[in-house]
Each structure stands twice: as structure tokens, then as C-alpha cells.
């Protein structure tokens, strides 16, 4: 395995370059998350029911330093599980959802979008009852 | 000698006559034209600067909350009737019952992001340019579009370059396609 290593980094050209090597090392030893600079919003205290969708703030827009999609997650442990979506900020048409399962905590890609698409957050249980006072974070 | 002093004295009084019906006929044209501005102001240009001055909505005011579509588009026609539009403009794209449930910050949002946008197809195809361009000034000091991404939305309507530019541009027209679509399923006539 080293030999491979090593003859992959001769043949690069990365043992004569010690500045490379680091970078490369760098590079790959970073998640492809990291990749993209993202904006967050943390979602306080949203109240979710399970007889009409229920709307977050009123709007967002996706920036131009992640990679253009939509993601949500509940950051405390959801007690039902949740239908969360993007919807245009202009007529209220669908662009997005995903299902989250109970005590699911990770992110969720919503939709797909480009740099100044505006969307609204909403959401409902899709078990019987309501779910309150729970917070997440999205990130576009 | 007292004949030609009497024809100056009279060319003189003419002359004074004549120019003091200038004056007064400016002084009118110039009165009419304020009261003209004062007693009929743009009814577009006033419902702007009223959103523009008025009170903000909470976001996170969920208390007067429609849940059917019939409830939302009632409560919509009435609160659309301080939202300016271009001629030929209408809210029949916005799809009340695909929501499943608004509340009324979240009805005044939809109303005032769609006005937005029919400005901004206004002014770029040339319709009333100078209302449209006084009324995307005042867009990002509306309710509901004076603060975090909506706020940026709003103030990159009136940009011509850049990424974000072009991107709200995108919005406001594939918003546009969107509704002609639905109008043309529902029997509606779709804005211009």
C-alpha cells in the first residue's frame, strides 16, 4: 500500500514538492461538505401539526457559495417524523421535500435551485399529532 | 413733442400689460400644476410609499392562520387591495390551494414578492419606467421584504449585473411561465 502511495506521489511529482504534498494531503483529508462555503439559518421553537403545513420565517434565498440545493435538519432529536419543503417565495408552487423520520438529526436535501431563488420553509407531522418548540437549522 | 410722449406712455403701458399677463398666466400654470399633483397623486405611487412607511409583519406570527385555500384567497383579495400592480396586473398565479395552510404575514409575503416581480417585468419590458423604477426603490423598504435574504432579493430587482442579479431575474420569470401555465388550466387570465 505505501509502495503504491509512493509511486503515485513520484509519478505526481509530489515527493520533489514538499508544499504540494501538505496541500494534497490537505485536500483530500477534507470532507467534500467542506467544499462549499454555506449559509446557515437556525430554526428556534417551530411548531409543526399534522392538519395543515406550517411555514418558517418568510423566505430565503439560495447565496452563491454552496451548491445550490436546499438542506434541512433537526438539530433536536424530532419526537415524530416530519415533512419539510421549499416552496417559491412568489405563488407558493412546490420546488422541493423530504421526508425526516423520527429522531432523524441529518441534513435533508429539500431541492435543487440556483443563486437568488427565493423559498419559503414549511412544514408538517406526517404522524398523527403536533410536534412544538423544536429547532433545526437549514442550509443552502 | 406731446404727441410722441403720449404714444411712449402708452407703448409702455402695453408693453406692462403684456407682461404682467405673462406672469400671471405662469403663475397659474405653475399653481394648477401643484394642485394637479397634490389632488391626484399616483394611486400606485401612494399604496408603494404607504408599504414602504407602514408597519412591518412578524414572520413568526402565526396566530391568524387560514387554513383552507378559500380562506387564504379571501383574506389575499383583501389585503392585495394595498398592493400596487402594474397595468395588467393580477394575483391569479399564486396557487392558494397547493399551500395546505398560510398564515396572514405569510399571505402578505406572497402578495408583496409577486407584486415585486411584475414591477420588475414591467420595467424590463418597458412598461410605465418611470413608476417602475420609483416603485422598485421603494420595494425593499416593504413589509415582509426590509430584512435578511427577502431584503437582498429585493435590492438586487434594481441591479442589472452580477450573479445575484441575474438570478432574481431568473425567479421572477420562471415565476411568470409558472403562472401562465396555471391560468391557462384554470380558465384565468395571467398577468401581463
Known sequence: ?140 | MNASKSMSVRISVVVFAVLMALMLSLILSSQGAATAVAVAPDPDLQRSFSLATGPDVSSLDVSDYYATSGAASDEARRLAESVPLPEGGNFNGIRWDELGGVSRAGIKGLLLFNAACQWARAQDDGREPTKARLILDEVPRWPTLRQGDRNAFARALVLTEGQLAAGVRRDCRELHEREVTYAKQRGTLPSS
Open chain 1, 1 to 140: 500500500m505505501l509502495s503504491i502511495s509512493r509511486s503515485i506521489a513520484a509519478s505526481t511529482g509530489l515527493l520533489r514538492n514538499p508544499k504540494a504534498c501538505i496541500a494534497a494531503a490537505v485536500t483530500a483529508a477534507l470532507p467534500a461538505s467542506q467544499a462549499h462555503a454555506w449559509s446557515y439559518t437556525t430554526v428556534t421553537n417551530w411548531d409543526l401539526v399534522d392538519y395543515e403545513v406550517r411555514e418558517y420565517g418568510n423566505g430565503y434565498t439560495i447565496g452563491s457559495t454552496g451548491d445550490g440545493a436546499a438542506y434541512y435538519r433537526w438539530s433536536d432529536s424530532p419526537s415524530k417524523s416530519t415533512r419539510i419543503s421549499g416552496n417559491s417565495c412568489g405563488d407558493g408552487s412546490l420546488y422541493g421535500l423530504d421526508d425526516i423520520a423520527a429522531n432523524d438529526t441529518s441534513y435533508h436535501r429539500l431541492f435543487g435551485g440556483f443563486t437568488g431563488l427565493c423559498f419559503l420553509l414549511r412544514g408538517r407531522t406526517t404522524q398523527s399529532g403536533g410536534m412544538y418548540n423544536h429547532d433545526g437549522v437549514l442550509r443552502r
